[in-house]
T-cell receptor, first 109, second 112 residues
Framework: QKEVEQNSGPLSVPEGAIASLNCTYS??????FFWYRQYSGKSPELIMS????GDKEDGRFTAQLNKASQYVSLLIRDSQPSDSATYLC?????????FGAGTQVVVTP | EAQVTQNPRYLITVTGKKLTVTCSQN?????MSWYRQDPGLGLRQIYY???????DKGDVPEGYKVSRKEKRNFPLILESPSPNQTSLYFC???????????FGSGTRLTVV
């Protein structure tokens, strides 16, 4: 069983709509949670970090964390074609950082 | 400009020939780490270093060595590369787990 799980997609989202991405993790000792965006052939780029239960908003992005359910999510509002990428969920415990396999998002005009 | 610099960007080598991939950062970060990315398997952590002279294994350390003699550099060493180490490698650095990590541009390694 993978320790960080994401739906692989592709998740097809109309331009202007909300994209909703989900991630579950198995290590209850996990302390920090991240969402990265990765374009094909490029390095991962940090878009959100969250470490307390609840919501955290940054521009068009909202991360949600529920430690009791071991669940992290990312909402992308007003999706743009430039948001088409693979989104990686990452979970940190101490120095260890584990990634999900990523969800591919395709924003269609 | 804040940078994480990996070298080389591309490398083709033969089985058993020792190689080193370098990673350098100018952000004065304590934490540095190495990952490999393979299709279908995602990013997997090889080694990490919380600070100078302190390193620890990630999820896939077999066949790799690291060295953290100074804060800015964290080289990845493959003493005897094998074809199953063909992969895309990333170095990452950060000030702490709350703030996230910045990745280098990657090194695409092919072992034949």
């Amino acid at each position: 069983q993978k320790e960080v799980e994401q739906n692989s997609g592709p998740l097809s989202v109309p331009e202007g709509a909300i994209a909703s991405l989900n991630c579950t993790y198995s290590d209850r000792g996990s302390q920090s949670f991240f969402w990265y965006r990765q374009y094909s052939g490029k390095s991962p780029e940090l878009i959100m970090s969250i470490y307390s239960n609840g919501d955290k908003e940054d521009g068009r992005f909202t991360a949600q964390l529920n430690k009791a359910s071991q669940y992290v999510s990312l909402l992308i509002r007003d999706s743009q074609p430039s948001d088409s990428a693979t989104y990686l969920c990452a979970v940190a415990a101490g120095g260890k950082l584990q990634f999900g396999a990523g969800t591919q998002v395709v924003v269609t005009p | 400009e804040a940078q994480v610099t990996q070298n080389p960007r591309y490398l083709i080598t033969v089985t058993g020939k020792k190689l080193t991939v370098t990673c350098s950062q100018n952000m004065n970060h304590e934490y540095m780490s190495w990952y490999r990315q393979d299709p279908g398997l995602g990013l997997r952590q090889i080694y990490y270093s919380m600070n100078v002279e302190v390193t620890d294994k990630g999820d896939v350390p077999e066949g790799y060595k690291v060295s953290r003699k100074e804060k800015r550099n964290f080289p990845l060493i493959l003493e005897s590369p094998s074809p199953n180490q063909t992969s895309l490698y990333f170095c990452a650095t950060g000030p702490g787990r709350v703030y996230g990590y910045t990745f280098g541009s990657g090194t695409r390694l092919t072992v034949v």
